[in-house]
């Protein structure tokens, strides 16, 4: 199961009702920021989300939009109690970028990790949560990431009675270790699908983010232009129109697209949404402080 | 005339209601912004005022919750299309944060001045108007600030035509120029009360204090507490109770003062202003949003 909750749609500027860049993802007792622009915490307390079990922090960039919101979610995690480290995840740079925001905040009762990633690369963020990154197309180093929950295969007690491992060792087996001669995949059925989720702001579009975002769950991917016609200056400036977003979402076949990083020049907010279902009808506005429970197939 | 405009009263963290340290004043033209934390940015949309003439940025320290809004004004003052330059002012150590947060905003159309003031100058800031500082007591170099706006003289028609003077001079008379053996003291009054605003956070009490706000218009002053019990608490980490701003604002003659920086452990807001009143009446717990004009004294 994962759990997302939207902090913040806008990009550029916050306007009063469409605050910045910000998403959190709660897997198992984990939870996950991805960027945070200024205004992050008081939304993240709208939210109901507690501080405390952020461990993980992602960055896609470093202009401000993204990431000034930093200093006060590192205090709000001390000030929750958290004693156990934080690590940042972001693109070449971070070290420096976090060593100039932490200026600002006291000293933290956690140890601050940072690992700055090239944009290629898979990493095991916590037990069965795999992390993968893309360097994406923007006026800066940039990455597009998505995160993978695996799902155990399916264990099967006929086959672990028949092969005679005793009952008290079926949990050895499900967790993937053998015992004596019976081997995990002896009695468990095929792989199963499990739960992807993918975070892709500030870019223009191109034809690697397809198979990148491929059957997610959930595509959050950034519409920072309402209209087509603004296809060009989205190209020059490293970012997409709504209904390239879409196009993205229709090729790679996921399940849900919404729509954020909004121009604070789109007036109507609603226009981006629309013009995202004529291409990709389970498009969708994102909407500040909406909560999404993602549940393994037939669960 | 000075207008004054509360932008966030907040401090430590922001709460939904609100927000962290901020505060804009109006003399002549010029915008002055008085610290800037977190989320200052959309607050300072809701009040209408524009950023574009924001020439003076005044920071009291360094902690978050009085400047993790610098990048996002900086990049807004920016975006209202401001090329003339813009000059911040603050204790030892300024230049070096401001680096490191200019570091996520793009690059400005307009020249960044940064002046680090010892906490006992007077400097006048532009024609008739006149920054002087205090070192406070905090847990790192910090700077009250007092702002006076000089008033000119009573002109004496009369007593300048006796002397001769053609009406076509008068004007270099009032501005401080002599005519010929004429000097302007000789066709003006006695010296006029101007208007004075001081701003004082984060600090505990002292003697100092005092005299260094006596007279103002307006004391825009800490309450990071309420209650008289937690002064002991208020001394060791740098802030005041309610009662003790009361107290300065008292002893200094002002004629109004606004409580501000409450601690988001404060749980009725309005307990600092009952408190306060008990040792001076014109006390009022200051408002997000609000705005208030001050006008010379028979104006």
């Not at 993918?198 to 034809?207: E, Y």
């Amino acid at each position: 199961m994962i759990d997302i909750c939207l902090l913040g749609i806008g990009g550029m500027m916050p306007l009063p009702d469409r605050p910045l860049s910000a998403c959190l993802l709660r897997i198992g007792g984990e939870t996950i920021l991805f960027d945070c622009g200024e205004g992050t915490q008081v939304n993240w307390r709208f939210s109901g989300w507690p501080f405390r079990p952020t461990g993980t922090i992602l960055l896609s960039h470093f202009h401000a939009d993204h990431i000034a919101g930093l200093p006060g979610i590192l205090f709000q995690i001390s000030h929750a109690g958290r004693i156990e480290p934080v690590t940042i995840y972001g693109p070449s740079g971070t070290q420096e970028i976090v060593r100039h925001l932490v200026a600002i905040v006291g000293p933290l009762p956690y140890e601050l990790r940072v690992t700055e990633l090239a944009g290629d690369e898979s990493i095991e963020l916590f037990d069965g949560v795999t992390l993968s990154t893309l360097a994406t197309r923007h006026r800066m180093p940039c990455l597009a990431y998505r995160i993978d929950l695996a799902r155990a295969p399916r264990f099967d007690p006929a086959r672990a009675k028949l092969l005679g491992v005793p009952m008290s060792d079926w949990k050895l087996l499900q967790a993937g270790t053998a015992v004596g001669e019976v081997t995990p995949n002896q009695v468990t059925g095929p792989p199963r699908r499990g739960l992807r989720v993918s975070l892709v702001t500030d870019t223009s579009t191109f034809p690697a983010l397809v198979p990148f975002v491929a059957n997610s769950d959930l595509l959050l991917c950034e519409s920072m232009y309402a209209e087509d016609d603004a296809e060009e200056r989205a190209q020059q400036r490293g970012h997409m129109t709504a209904g390239q977003a879409a196009r993205i979402a229709a090729d790679a076949n996921v399940r849900r697209l919404w729509l954020t990083h909004l121009s604070p020049a789109v007036a109507d907010p609603l226009s981006v949404e629309r013009i995202a279902r004529e291409t990709f009808a389970p498009a969708s506005l994102g909407s500040v402080g909406e909560t999404l429970t993602l549940r393994f197939d037939d669960e």
